[in-house]
């Protein structure tokens, strides 16, 4: 009966997933402002034992198997499928998935650049041949988010395949003449006119150390592309602001070319003002709270949900409108905004604190316990600039000492063999380099 759920269950997973369906999207949230100090990334140790609050955890006698893990940015799943990975989201009674609607994201990154054009129309196309052209940058072929973004735009666009099914998430190479199979051209009619739509290149920005969601490659390719494709280029997608920044300030700024991204950035958010087309913000800011309080939380003994839906004695609660949580997938998601020249302004700072979460807890009740955090490449724009810098914010809040290790983006080698001594901390928190790969840093613990 069991088996039976949990099979049917993973069938749906892998379906949802390969179809790239656009979800049936939650309200996307509204951003609201808060105030934050900053603090630094090495905090001194202070252990404090003396809390009577019920821990599960202590580094003397919790065997590193039963640790509070949570994975966040990249969901244990297969890369090929899509299929989540349930062994690794479920290691322990104490495992939780942070990251956001992927589906909801994809589809109003989509809709975002649909609407710029229809608003657009009377200019768009810029060599005035009826076709609108678009190029896209893709992070990583077997990264179910970029994927998923990836399938969004093509269906909002009219540019999508279906193969077997489901839609086809493929990179395209070139595409001058529409003859493509991983897309095919879609029709826009606008103020009367039809317009064609053609996806003209699209590609994985993997540099050759094999880096995905590779800035610089992004930059290099929109140089090739603007040479053969020229005045045929009007909007640019991409699977991230760190391809997309890339390419808008190697061409597309001074080309006059709408660029789309995904993360809001902060340059992203300011670059609004100066003809970048837009963002999605993945209310980083949501998620890099969850990410410490499911840990928080399993090392206090208490509900999962105190601080989340259910407001702990600090007064912290998140509200619906910016995440939810999947039972079934262990995994917490929070919800998109679209970032426009409408509402640019009050995304700015992307590194601050959300404001509803943002309420120092106390440390007689919550004594300071020790994280060990991973990112999977210490130069990934999202993560770095936007993510790290909040977790840095939320650990002080949370009292948890978050010792932060940057990885190459290559190998989970480099990143695990720096966790040589999983005792000395009370929680894990990883964010993997393949999604396909939990299980080299499950085996750390359960030695
Ligand atoms: C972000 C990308 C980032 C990737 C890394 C995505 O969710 O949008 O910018 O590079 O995660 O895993
Ligand atoms: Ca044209």
């Not at 003397?60 to 990975?85: C, I, M, Y």
């Not at 290099?220 to 602001?241: C, E, K, L, P, R």
């Amino acid at each position: 009966m069991k088996k039976v759920l949990a099979l049917t269950l993973a069938a749906t997973m892998a379906l949802g997933m390969a179809a790239c369906s656009v979800s049936n999207a939650n309200n996307p949230g509204t951003q609201s402002s808060s105030s934050s100090k900053t603090s630094s990334v090495s905090e001194t140790s202070q252990a404090s034992e003396t809390s009577e609050t019920a821990s599960t955890s202590d580094t003397t006698n919790v065997a590193n198997k039963d640790k509070p893990l949570v994975w966040f940015n990249r969901q244990p799943s297969n890369s090929s499928t899509g299929e989540l990975d349930m062994s690794a989201l479920s290691f322990n009674d104490n495992t939780y998935y942070v990251g956001f609607d992927a589906n909801q994201g994809a589809e109003l990154q989509g809709t975002m650049i649909l609407d710029y054009i229809k608003a657009n129309a009377d200019t768009i196309d810029r060599n005035g041949d009826g076709i609108i052209g678009y190029v896209l940058a893709i992070g990583d072929i077997g990264h179910n988010d970029s994927i998923a973004r990836t399938c969004g735009v093509r269906n909002a666009l009219g540019t999508a395949v279906e193969t077997n099914g489901s839609i086809n998430s493929e990179p395209v190479g070139t595409n001058a003449d529409g003859k493509a199979t991983a897309v095919k051209d879609g029709t826009l009619e606008v103020n009367g006119k039809t317009y064609t739509i053609r996806e003209l290149a699209s590609q994985e920005m993997k540099n050759s150390a094999g880096a995905t969601w590779d800035a610089a490659t992004a930059g290099n390719a929109i140089g090739t592309w603007a040479s053969s494709f020229g005045d045929q280029i009007d909007v640019i997608a991409s699977n991230n602001d760190g391809m997309g920044m890339s390419m808008f300030n190697s061409w597309s700024k001074e080309n006059k070319v709408p660029t789309f991204g995904y993360d809001a950035n902060a340059d992203a958010v300011a670059a609004i003002a100066e003809g970048y087309g837009g963002t999605i913000s993945q209310h980083a800011d949501v998620q890099a709270y969850l990410t410490l309080r499911v840990l928080r939380n399993s090392l206090d003994g208490v509900d999962i949900d105190t601080g989340i839906g259910t407001a702990d004695e600090a007064g912290n609660v998140l509200s619906e409108d910016v995440y939810y949580y999947n039972e079934e997938e262990r995994s917490y998601y929070a919800l998109n905004v679209a970032v426009t020249a409408d509402n640019y302004e009050e995304f700015m700072d992307s590194t601050k604190v959300y404001e509803p979460v943002s309420n120092q807890l106390d440390e007689s009740t919550h004594a300071s316990k020790k994280v060990w955090l991973n990112i999977y490449n210490a130069a990934d724009n999202f993560l770095s600039a936007t993510y790290q810098p909040l977790l840095q914010k939320y650990d002080d809040l949370l009292n948890l000492q978050v010792e932060y290790i940057g990885g190459d983006g290559q190998t989970e080698a480099n990143i695990t063999n720096r966790l040589s001594n999983p005792s000395d901390y009370d929680a894990f928190a990883f964010n993997m380099v393949k999604t396909d790969n939990s299980a080299s840093y499950t085996a750390l613990l359960n030695q």
